[in-house]
């Protein structure tokens, strides 16, 4: 069973940095991609970063460029967000996601950044 624990949300002031980390354990193997997606109330959840496992190719959503940082440590199957310059809107639901052959996601962090 493959499991997937995010840490590190929380309220926050504008202006403000978290790190958030997630965790896959379990049965997983030959991970391609990891990475974040978030999901604001009433809104789709959306790309917010994304890496490679090989060759660490990095994809990061406009709305996050220059502010968040994506990084893993492949050993030990971790892979964390760092939250630079946080805004009102980026408060949503944050999603740790894992791909081998299929996808994984884990349960979700509350991030709130009050204005």
């Known amino acids: 069973q493959v499991q997937l624990v995010e840490s590190g949300g929380g309220l926050v002031q504008a202006g403000g940095s978290l790190r958030l980390s997630c965790a896959a354990s379990g049965r997983i193997f030959n991970i391609n991609v990891m990475g974040w997606y978030r999901q604001a109330p009433g809104k789709q959840r959306e790309l917010v970063a994304t890496?490679?496992?090989?060759?660490?190719?990095?994809n990061y959503s406009d709305s996050v460029k220059g502010r968040f940082t994506i990084s893993s440590d492949n050993a030990k199957n971790m892979v964390y967000l760092q939250m630079n310059s946080l805004k009102p809107e980026d408060t949503a639901v944050y999603y740790c996601n894992v791909q081998t052959w299929r996808w994984y996601w884990g349960q979700g962090t509350q991030v709130t950044v009050s204005s």
């Open positions: 890496l490679t496992t090989s060759g660490g190719s990095i």
